[in-house]
């Protein structure tokens, strides 16, 4: 087995731009249609599953994720990145109650300090 290991930036942006063109009889202007593999969101979900694992799995503050990025050449605020982890978070308010149902059923608690001996 041989491993490559490449550097990159927490996100990777696509920028495209799109050609315009305008009717020279009505003035309307054209514009070219994204490829399909653009998506429809500009944030996709793994996007914001990476800055809520950054922020949250890792402890990475926010602000120096941002500086990160930039430095990288794609700039994200720490404001978006908070609206991104907070988007998802909002996604996953729904299984808080069945998580908490699991755990009363539960014969474990992991909150005794019997590991701790002095």
Sequence with gaps: MVVRIKGAAPLQATVYELEKLRCN???????ADLPEDAGSQKYDETAAA????LRYGSGFPLNRIARLQAAMGIPLPASTRWEMS?????????VYPALI???????????DDTHMKA
């Design 86 to 94: 907070e988007g998802l978070a909002d996604l996953t308010h729904p």
């Design 50 to 53: 990476m800055a809520a694992l």
């Design 25 to 31: 009889i009505c003035g309307k202007v054209f514009t």
């Design 101 to 111: 149902r699991q755990g009363v059923q539960s014969d474990v608690i992991h909150n």
